[in-house]
């Protein structure tokens, strides 16, 4: 069995000035550079990637600089990220696809540790991938029970808001990722949530 590390870096500004107030840190870079070095070292044997999309593309793609093989497996006939993201996974030459499969069971070793996935494709065949670590990217759920009744969310369960912000029921703001929207960011939340308080204080002078 091979030995693995799962380590997720994520380098930001923030993470590298560690508990300075300005400049970087750089005991907390050395532990960077000491984190890459050993995963490295190691080498992950093969890294299985769960979902088609932008998430999984990209961070797919990066697995296979580190990886000797990285698996991709998409419960659709292709991958939906975006064509830059796409070709830039397609030119790594150690990654595979499994398209039209999903994972229907992690398996584990004698010692309960993980050591592949099943796959059932459309035709309800299995296969057991086999690897070192898997890496789920198959989506978010919005956190919107609370306003299920009142038919202002999607089958997705994502929040409909016209530009003001205004739910179909009067009163009713939403703002951020729970929203239908296309790109969820800080910076769209942000928005939505200056556009949404207007909005809001405005119905409220309406109202009195
Ligand atoms: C791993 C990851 C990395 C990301 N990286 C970036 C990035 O680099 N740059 C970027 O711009 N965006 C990034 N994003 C996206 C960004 O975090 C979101 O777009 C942004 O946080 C959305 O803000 P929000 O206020 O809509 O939702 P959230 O930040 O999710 O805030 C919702 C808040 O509502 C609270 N809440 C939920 N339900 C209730 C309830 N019933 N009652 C009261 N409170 C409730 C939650 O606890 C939470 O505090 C990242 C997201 C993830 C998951």
């Known amino acids: 069995m091979a030995q693995y ?7 930001s500004g923030e993470s590298l000035m560690g508990d300075k107030q300005y400049g970087i840190d750089e005991n907390r870079l050395d532990d960077y550079a000491r984190q890459i070095k050993e995963v490295a070292d190691m080498g992950v044997q093969v890294g299985i990637v769960i979902g088609g999309g932008n998430s ?6 990066y697995l296979a600089t580190l990886g000797k093989k990285v698996v991709v497996i998409q419960d659709l006939p292709t991958l939906t990220a975006d064509q830059k993201a796409q070709d ?26 993980m050591k592949g996935v099943e796959i059932k494709n459309k035709d309800g065949k299995t296969e057991d991938i086999l690897g070192d670590g898997a ?7 919005p956190v919107t029970d609370m306003v299920k ?13 016209n530009d003001k912000m205004e ?14 929207k296309q790109i969820r960011q800080v910076v769209t939340a942000t928005a939505d949530g200056a556009i949404a308080v207007q909005n809001a204080l405005k119905y409220l002078d309406d109202l009195n």
């Open 88 to 113: 830039i996974l397609k030119s790594r030459p150690n990654v595979e696809f499994r398209f039209n499969s999903s994972v229907t069971k992690f398996l584990l070793d004698e010692n309960g540790k």
């Open 135 to 141: 890496f789920e990217y198959i989506g978010l759920i």
């Open 56 to 61: 999984g593309v990209e961070e797919a793609a």
């Open 167 to 180: 739910t179909k029921v009067p009163g009713i703001f939403s703002a951020g990722d729970v929203n239908v």
């Open 5 to 11: 590390k799962r380590v997720l870096l994520k380098l």
């Open 149 to 161: 009744d009142l038919g202002i969310a999607n089958k997705f369960g994502y929040i409909e808001a």
